[in-house]
């Protein structure tokens, strides 16, 4: 019976599309698609390309599942980066700076994936814990961040926008990165 | 000897893709010779990934789902992810054969052409009366073209959601020239559906592709264009002919009534 409430881990799920098995990747889907259509909606606030860029996203999971090594690192935590960096090329159009695939998106470690529900429940916390995170910071912190990670802004794109020094962009990025790091842990 | 470390700050900004200019040159390059600041930036990215989920879930659209299954499906029928990555290696992906989003594009442009020649032909003080039918001519080539391409989408959907469709994917003959193709098939409609690439064929040879019924003669279902990916084409048969296997045949240029030459693809059913 407990058996049956537990999700299909996502390196089963891979391994099954890399067998060429569509549900996994619909499974997958319904799995990430609201997470990442939050952000990517966050990001390019035009539902269009937001959809867009969610298709393409999972397209190419689907075609490149072999890709991943699902005992290197969480499927969603590689799914965010490519999301984020793919919406922020969008953006900021092609001639401008974008951010590139990262291979490290694999490594990353600290987002669960709903191997049982232990895990899905863990991720959820993990997600309430930031958003209070992100509102307890001071509002110049909290818009440094948010300038860098949903519209991609360099620290000098950062200065000009807020009209601060370059040092205090980055203090108040430090600052504001560090105070999520206490809350995370 | 006293080591020196990049800035804290800067690995928080480099992982947000904030840092930039020769900071960003000078960071880059000490990362790479430093495990301990290789490994602060590793943490820095897992704390900026993490941003994400600070953002409210968000549903996207029912249609998103089912726009991306049916392109899975249709690449499906070319197959696994797998065989298709490394496939992709050796060339450049394909649109057509990836899916139906060259369809939006592709009746963007058409749209874009009416549009222009209309614009033209309200600009220009029309003396020449060939001209203006040769444009006319190449107006309804295009409108008819949009038309083509509209019905076999349409016809595709059709074939996927019907029970009995199956998906064949047709692989080079050993020794032969690396093509590949798929092929949606449903007996009960006589319907196929094919897409697919096939190099340039020899000087006055085509490739044409076959039905190879359980009984009786192969039926050549059209000959294929070559040395480019091909748009996803639509076939009538007589209905309720099952079907053994699918292949593409070198044949004299124009196609033959029946099979001469050597198989280049051939894909069984499921």
């Known amino acids: 019976m407990t058996a049956l409430l537990q999700p299909i881990p996502d390196s089963a799920l891979i391994e099954r599309m890399m067998a060429g098995d569509e549900q996994a990747l619909a499974t997958l889907y319904d799995r990430y698609a609201g997470m990442l259509f939050g952000m990517l909606m966050r990001i390019l606030k035009d539902t269009q390309l937001a959809e867009e860029v969610l298709q393409d996203l999972f397209l190419q999971l689907w075609r490149e599942s072999g890709r991943f090594d699902a005992t290197r690192g969480s499927l969603p935590g590689w799914l965010l980066v490519i999301a984020r960096n793919r919406a922020i090329s969008r953006l900021r159009g092609q001639h401008r700076r974008a951010p590139a695939d990262d291979p490290e998106g694999f490594l990353l470690e600290s987002l669960p994936s709903p191997g049982n529900l232990e895990e899905e429940a863990a991720r959820l916390q993990l997600a309430e814990r930031l958003r209070r995170a992100m509102a307890t910071l001071p509002g110049e912190q909290r818009e440094a961040l948010e300038l860098a990670y949903f519209e991609g802004m360099t620290q000098t794109e950062i200065a000009e926008r807020t009209r601060a020094p370059l040092g205090t962009v980055k203090s108040r990025v430090r600052a504001a990165m560090q105070t999520l790091k206490q809350h995370l842990q | ?270």
């Not at chain 2, 390059?29 to 602060?40: F, G, L, N, W």
């Not at chain 2, 499906?76 to 594009?105: S, V």
């Not at chain 2, 959601?161 to 020239?177: C, D, E, F, N, Q």
């Not at chain 2, 039905?211 to 007589?238: C, F, I, K």
Request: include cysteine.
């Open chain 2, 1 to 270: 000897m006293t080591e020196r470390h990049a800035n804290p700050e800067d690995s928080d900004l480099y992982a947000l893709g904030a840092l930039d200019g020769e900071e960003k040159q000078a960071y880059e390059a000490h990362v790479r010779s430093c495990a301990a600041c290789s490994q602060e930036l590793k943490a820095a990215r897992e704390r900026v990934a993490l941003l994400a989920l600070a953002v409210d879930p968000e549903a996207p659209g029912p249609k998103v789902k089912e726009r991306l299954m049916r392109r899975v499906r249709l690449e499906a029928a070319g197959g696994t992810p797998w065989e298709r990555r490394d496939a992709g290696k050796r060339r450049k992906e394909n649109p057509i054969l990836a899916g139906w989003g060259w369809l939006t594009p592709a009746l963007a442009l058409t749209t874009i052409f009416f549009a222009a020649v209309a614009g033209w032909m309200g600009m220009q003080d029309v003396r020449d009366v060939g001209r203006l039918h040769a444009v006319e001519g190449e107006l309804a080539q295009a409108q008819q073209h949009s038309f083509e391409i509209a019905r076999t989408a349409a016809e595709t959907d059709k074939l996927l959601s019907m029970p009995g469709t199956v998906r064949v994917a047709l692989k080079a003959m050993p020794g032969m020239p690396q093509g590949r193709a798929g092929v949606l098939y449903n007996a009960k409609m006589g319907m196929v559906t094919c897409a697919g690439y096939l190099p340039a064929a020899p000087p006055k040879k085509s490739y044409q592709l076959w039905l190879v019924p359980m009984q009786g003669n192969p039926v050549s279902l059209r000959v294929l264009p070559a040395g480019e990916w091909t748009q996803p084409m639509t076939t009538h048969v007589a209905p309720g002919m099952e079907a053994k296997a699918f292949a593409v045949t070198e044949e004299p240029e124009g196609g033959m009534p029946q099979p001469t030459g050597p198989k280049v693809l051939l894909g069984v059913g499921e």
